[in-house]
């Protein structure tokens, strides 16, 4: 049998972890920091778009395929930019049992991977005859968003205008791309 004596030198043991440990924190206070720094030039940039576009449009927005999903993001995000702003698009009507009785959501299905599966997105829209409208029916709408309340503070839609439609070419919408630049103004 053999036995080994080892002697630990605890001075030298604990001058290297007290230097390790020192490495690793300030490894993690510059990563903060630079975090922070991005977050905050990200934030200016998007004050800086914000200014510029202050004012929405008077016009009426058009929402697409593309678009849709970006725009949705921004106007949730967003609110108060975006009230008073018209947009128009089309979806299908879909209702979830806690909608009041004037309220739908012009839905359209997002895909979110690579094997086609979707879930609902879409505005929550207000108009006064909505109990005549057929689930899953196709529409095209033109409204102004508003504020609602929705389970917190959302944008809903005052329908304006609203038309049956076909089903589109592409029924599905992609999901907000990271590339996207809000503004003030859909276009």
């Not at 490495?23 to 920091?33: E, F, K, N, T, Y």
């Amino acid at each position: 049998m053999f036995i080994y004596n080892f002697k630990v030198n605890k001075k030298f043991w604990g001058k290297i972890l007290i230097i390790l440990f020192s490495i690793i924190c300030a490894l993690l206070l510059a990563i903060s920091i630079c975090k922070i720094f991005s977050e905050i030039k990200e934030e200016k940039n998007r004050e800086i778009v914000k200014n510029n576009y202050s004012i929405p449009s008077p016009d009426v927005a058009e929402l697409t395929s593309e678009n849709y999903c970006n725009i949705l993001k921004e106007v949730h995000e967003d609110l108060n930019t975006y009230v008073g702003q018209k947009i128009s698009f089309t979806g299908y009507v879909y209702r979830v049992p806690d909608l009041k009785e004037n309220q739908f959501i012009l839905a359209r299905d997002m895909i979110i991977n690579s094997k086609n599966q979707t879930v609902v997105v879409g505005f929550l829209c207000e108009y006064e005859n909505s109990k005549n409208l057929v689930n899953d029916s196709w529409v095209k709408i033109t409204g102004k968003i508003t504020k609602g309340d929705y389970y917190g503070e959302i944008p809903v839609l005052q329908i304006e205008e609203i038309e049956e439609t076909s089903i589109p070419n592409n029924p599905f919408v992609l999901p907000p791309s990271d590339s996207f630049l809000p503004t003030a103004v859909i276009y």
